[in-house]
């Protein structure tokens, strides 16, 4: 079966636009954002995800919510998603967080959620704080991205693979340079 560590934004949407055996998909990377207006700076780790990361993953918030499409484009609003760990240790477990803003990298974001105690993302370290990816969606030679995806309800693996494969084709006949 088609393998790949690492993917670009414009391959990824048309993944997301083109299978039939996936019903959804996310895109992620880590994130080391730093925490400032708190003191002395402080290094983060976190994930820059899609505005579907949540959902495909159907996380329960603790408060709050994931990010909106609208959330999700290049220069789009800066808020954040923050663990609960965070919430408690930096925020005191303060119930009126949400709509709150912390500084990251010296810039305000608006907390829109705040992530269950129990919530792990296997494929990054702990993460911190999640922002939305807002990457451009041209350019295919920059693979920088992971996805993850949930199956339709009537595909099985074996059929993903061979929709994905399918579209990768499709892909590689489209824009065989970059595919």
Do not use: C
Not at 76 to 83: K, Y
Not at 135 to 157: D, K, M, T, Y
């Amino acid at each position: 079966p088609l393998r790949t560590d690492f993917t670009n934004p414009a391959d990824f949407h048309d993944w997301r636009e083109q299978s039939t055996a996936i019903a959804d998909m996310a895109a992620y990377m880590g994130a080391r954002p730093a925490l400032t207006g708190r003191g002395e700076p402080r290094q983060l780790f976190g994930g820059a995800v899609t505005h579907s990361f949540f959902d495909v993953l159907g996380v329960r918030f603790a408060a709050g919510r994931g990010f909106a499409p609208a959330e999700d484009v290049p220069n789009g609003p800066p808020v954040a998603v923050i663990s609960h760990s965070l919430w408690r240790s930096e925020l005191g477990g303060d119930v009126d967080v949400l709509g709150s803003t912390i500084a990251l990298n010296g810039k305000p974001h608006q907390i829109v959620g705040v992530l269950p105690g129990d919530f792990a993302f296997p494929f990054l370290p702990p993460a911190d704080v999640w922002l939305p990816l807002q990457a451009e969606r041209q350019g295919r030679g920059n693979a920088f991205l992971r996805v993850i995806g949930r199956l339709a309800p009537q595909a099985s693996i074996t059929s993903a693979a061979a929709d994905m494969t399918a579209v990768a084709a499709r892909l590689a006949a489209e824009y065989p340079k970059e595919n």
